[in-house]
């Protein structure tokens, strides 16, 4: 498996921006695809975005397209959510997950972080 650290959550006003990290280690990054995923207190897990192993795909729940961006860097064993214009519902411990394959089911994700905390003020 491989070992996920997340980074770069904190406090935004709404209409904001944060740019949150998911650095990789122990196996090959370039093997996984990945995905992140968010959870606030009561509520399942929800998939947020994910990106395919050559980052050529990506996927989005629809409560976030157009204001998140997923990418990844393979020399820097990194992925990252950048995220604007935020709202307060997405406020969430934000997680970042490693999958053999480019689907958004969290089921499928092996690997995972433990967590940033974002939080968005109104």
């Known amino acids: 498996q491989v070992q996920l650290v997340e980074s770069g959550g904190g406090l935004v006003q709404a209409g904001g921006s944060l740019r949150l990290s998911c650095a990789a280690s122990g196996r090959t990054f370039s093997d996984y695809a990945m995905g992140w995923f968010r959870q606030t207190p009561g509520k399942e897990r929800e998939f947020v975005a994910v990106i395919s192993r050559n980052g050529a795909f990506t996927n989005y729940a629809d409560s976030v397209k157009g204001r998140f961006t997923i990418s990844r860097d393979d020399a820097k064993n990194t992925v990252y959510l950048q995220m604007n214009n935020l709202i307060p519902e997405d406020t969430a411990n934000y997680y970042c997950?490693?999958?053999?394959?480019?689907?958004?089911?969290?089921?499928?994700?092996?690997?995972w972080g433990q967590g940033t905390q974002v939080t968005v003020s109104s």
């Open positions: 997950a490693a999958a053999q394959k480019f689907t958004s089911r969290s089921a499928d994700f092996a690997s």
